[in-house]
């Protein structure tokens, strides 16, 4: 089944001209539980990995306090939560791995990031690929501070060309605990839409964004909540509109090798849309459809954005919450 963003409730640019020019495309990748294959785009789905090359690992020490789970058991919660009725057992279940296991149990050395993300090209148009690559792949440590370790092996990218992976590797290595469910997608299915979006107001000249919000009145069809910076996960587009980076600026988003300033790559969000992006759920979904299918939570309810560099994508991309 398609995801399909209603038509606009008015047309930015003919109320603003100023804004003539400033859309861009982005497109919303609409998440959705799922079993997909390795030939499929997806969050949290099996990668199309060749068995001759070792699985992305992470070396950094998690020694903070983590409640540990495992892998199984993060599955294990999930289900109960989505029961309606739970059961004695379930409830001592759910008690017992909230306990979480004794962190000394973390075995030493490096450990198996998780996927993320698979985006074919073939679903993501306007993704800069590198020339001759057609999937990209996104793996991180599933432990705390993800947005903290910018350039670091906890969060990699895979840029591939999928013809050359010739022997797929069939059972992706799991790391025996998580620090974090947060962190752990559910394996959705991705529905892609492009749209158009507009910069978010702090990205625009001062004047007009004042202009802008005086003629704000209802939230879900203004400016902020119909027009700009759509929600959910996505590509390419324009910067999250809530942001800690209004201090630094561009200065924050540039590439650590060449100096270039990134674009938008790809956006990790915690809902799919809320109350003031109502109006961008998809006309196939109801009021109350889940909105939060990833079950990803990045930093407490922000977004993750990773930032590509426009000279060369493998170049590290930029990591920045907000
Ligand atoms: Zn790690
Ligand atoms: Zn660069």
Excluded at 59 to 64: F, I, N, P, R, T
Excluded at 110 to 124: E, K, N, S, T
Excluded at 135 to 161: H, K, M, N
Excluded at 237 to 245: N, S
Aim: charged share 25%; proline share 12%; aromatic share 6%.
């Amino acid at each position: 089944m398609p995801r399909t963003t209603p038509p606009r409730p008015f047309d930015a640019a003919s109320v603003f001209p100023e804004l003539a020019g400033m859309s861009r495309t982005t497109t919303r990748l609409r998440p959705r539980p799922g079993a997909p294959t390795v030939r499929e785009s997806s969050v949290g789905g099996p990668l199309l990995w060749p068995a001759d090359e070792p699985w992305a690992s992470c070396s950094q020490e998690h020694d903070a306090p983590f409640a540990l789970k495992t892998p199984d058991e993060v599955r294990t919660l999930r289900r109960i939560h989505a029961q309606e009725v739970w059961t004695a057992e379930d409830h001592a279940e759910v008690s017992r791995i909230n306990i979480g296991h004794d962190p000394s149990l973390l075995p030493e050395g490096p450990h198996p990031l998780i996927p993320v993300a698979q985006l074919w090209a073939r679903d993501v148009p306007g993704l800069p690929f590198p020339e001759d690559t057609d999937l990209l792949q996104v793996l991180w440590c599933p432990f705390i501070d993800i947005e903290d370790r910018r350039g670091s092996e906890a969060v990699q990218l895979r840029w591939r060309r999928a013809g050359d992976v010739a022997e797929v590797l069939d059972a992706a290595p799991e790391p025996l605990y998580v620090g974090t469910d947060e962190l752990v997608p559910v394996p959705c299915v991705l529905h892609p839409e492009q749209v158009r979006e507009y910069p978010a107001t702090h990205d625009l000249d001062p004047d007009l964004a004042a202009r802008i919000d005086s003629r704000e009145e209802d939230r879900d069809t203004g400016y902020r909540g119909a027009l700009s910076v759509a929600p959910g996960w996505k590509t390419g587009g324009w910067a999250a509109p809530f942001t800690f980076r209004d201090s630094g600026g561009p200065e924050e988003l540039r590439c650590a090798r060449c100096s270039a300033v990134g674009e938008p790559l790809l956006t990790i969000a915690h809902a799919e849309w809320d109350a003031e992006t109502d109006s961008r759920r998809p006309i196939e979904e109801a009021h109350d459809a889940s909105t939060t299918p990833t079950k990803v939570t990045v930093g407490r309810g922000y977004s993750l954005q990773f930032y590509v560099c426009p000279i060369d994508p493998r170049h590290l991309p930029v990591t920045v919450m907000q």
